[in-house]
Structure formats: structure tokens, C-alpha cells
């Protein structure tokens, strides 16, 4: 099975911007569709981005959509979320995940990371 680490979280200002990488090890990421989730305190796992195994499509929620941008190195089995103009809403533990349905990377992944800490302060 594929293991997933990410990195890049920490505090920003509202505005700034970060950029979040998934590592994938044991199983190349070539073959699974990549996406992203966040949660928030109190909240349920919710959501961000995917994107297809070939890079083909990508899919975004309406809260991050215009702001957002996931892509993926398949060379370097990482993929990635460049997170500009952002709020104090979007403070949230972020979890990278791998599945090999597109409908699954965005619902129900099989595959998840240990997820990393965005904190936007206002």
C-alpha cells in the first residue's frame, strides 16, 4: 500500500499563501488519484482538491476553488497544494490522500496521511 506524508503547513496571515506537499512512498502515486481534505476544530473532514492519476482533471470544492491549485511531480511521487489568499476559515489540519477511483479520491479514500496544521491568523 502507498504511505503519505505531507509537509508545509504553519502560520500565516490572512492573504499569504503556502504550498503543501504529500510524499509517497513504498508505491508509486503514477497509478492513484491524489487529493487533499482539511479539518477543522469541531468540525467533520471535509473536501479541497483531487487530482486524476495522469493529471488529466482536477476537482476543487466551492470554498477553495480560484484560490487553490493541486498538482502532481509522478517523477518525484509527490504531489502538491499551492494555497493563496487565505482566511481565518481555512485554518484546519490538511490530509493528503490517494485512491485508485476518481470517485473515491474525492469521497471515501482508501490511502491517508497524518495531515499537517494550517493556522491563518486574521
Known amino acids: 500500500q502507498v504511505q503519505l506524508v505531507e509537509s508545509g503547513g504553519g502560520l500565516v496571515q490572512a492573504g499569504g499563501s503556502l504550498r503543501l506537499s504529500c510524499a509517497a512512498s513504498?508505491?508509486?502515486?503514477?497509478?492513484?488519484?491524489m487529493g487533499w481534505f482539511r479539518q477543522a476544530p469541531g468540525k467533520e473532514r471535509e473536501f479541497v482538491a483531487a487530482?486524476?492519476?495522469?493529471?488529466?482533471?482536477?476537482d476543487y470544492s466551492d470554498s477553495v476553488k480560484g484560490r487553490f491549485t493541486i498538482s502532481r511531480d509522478n517523477a518525484k511521487n509527490t504531489e502538491y497544494l499551492q494555497m493563496n489568499s487565505l482566511r481565518p476559515q481555512d485554518t484546519a489540519v490538511y490530509y493528503c490522500?490517494?485512491?485508485?477511483?476518481?470517485?473515491?479520491?474525492?469521497?471515501?479514500?482508501?490511502?491517508w496521511g497524518q495531515g499537517t496544521q494550517v493556522t491563518v491568523s486574521s
Open positions: 490522500a490517494a485512491d485508485s477511483s476518481w470517485v473515491g479520491v474525492r469521497r471515501a479514500p482508501d490511502y
Open positions: 513504498r508505491r508509486t502515486i503514477s497509478t492513484y488519484n
Open positions: 487530482i486524476m492519476w495522469n493529471g488529466g482533471s482536477t
